[in-house]
């Protein structure tokens, strides 16, 4: 069964760093989505991407964040400059166009903490 | 915005029964049920899109009433297994947008 990954499982970095988490949407999928969960609490949408371009966001999406597809299979979330808050579960997940449901599936997620 | 669930927390014997309520403020073009267990993924359930209309899945099955705006989802001589964080997500909007997620019920079963 096609299923979304994320890599890395865990990444720890220092406040002001730039980190990278990455996505492997199913195959077929053209909506790609970014959340996170700060631990103990509900999910919270980040961003939405189709078409190569952010069709959606949060307001805790700001500056510090930019999403990116480099090739056909990959999706990238950059943080910029890592604050202490970023610190959370960010999950990847995507969607497919067809069909008449609107299943979005969630990767294992990337367990971010900035020390 | 977001969807209220309640109970915030249930505590179950094994082959008892609950209901997960989730209700939205606003008008709902559909509604989508995640269980999470510790650590890991939301792994989607079902989504419900007419009024009215339940679904199932094994011995979970839901209920959505466009109306109420609201949505229910039913446990049935609940397992072990079905322990975890259950969240409803309601779309921002209307079509292929992504999904405001409500603060989650978490549901013990034990032997």
């Known amino acids: 069964e096609p299923e979304v990954t994320q890599t890395p499982s865990h990444q720890v970095t220092q406040m002001g760093q730039e980190v990278i988490l990455r996505c492997v949407p199913i195959?077929?999928?053209?909506?790609f989505y970014w959340y996170r969960q700060i631990l103990g609490q509900k999910v919270e949408f980040l961003v939405s991407?189709?078409?190569?371009?952010?069709?959606?966001k949060s307001e805790i999406f700001d500056d510090q964040f930019s999403v990116e597809r480099p090739d056909g299979s990959n999706f990238t979330l950059k943080i910029r400059s890592t604050k202490l808050e970023d610190s959370a579960m960010y999950f990847c997940?995507?969607?497919?166009?067809?069909?008449?449901?609107?299943?979005?599936?969630f990767g294992p997620g990337t367990r971010l903490t900035v020390t | 915005q977001q969807p209220v669930q309640s109970p915030q927390a249930v505590i179950l014997r094994e082959g008892e029964d609950a209901v997960i309520n989730c209700s939205s403020s606003k008008a709902l073009y559909s509604v989508h049920w995640y269980r999470q267990k510790h650590g890991e993924a939301p792994v989607f359930l079902m989504i419900l899109l007419k009024g009215g209309e339940q679904k199932g899945h094994e011995k979970i099955s839901a209920s959505f009433n466009e109306k109420k705006q609201q949505s229910s989802l039913y446990l049935t001589a609940s397992q072990l297994s079905y322990s975890g964080t259950y969240f409803c997500g309601t779309p921002l909007g209307s079509g292929n947008t992504p999904l405001v997620f409500g603060k989650g019920t978490r549901l013990s079963v034990i032997a």
């Open positions: 991407f189709y078409n190569n371009e952010i069709s959606e």
């Open positions: 195959s077929n999928h053209l909506y």
């Open positions: 997940a995507s969607r497919g166009l067809t069909g008449g449901t609107y299943e979005q599936y």
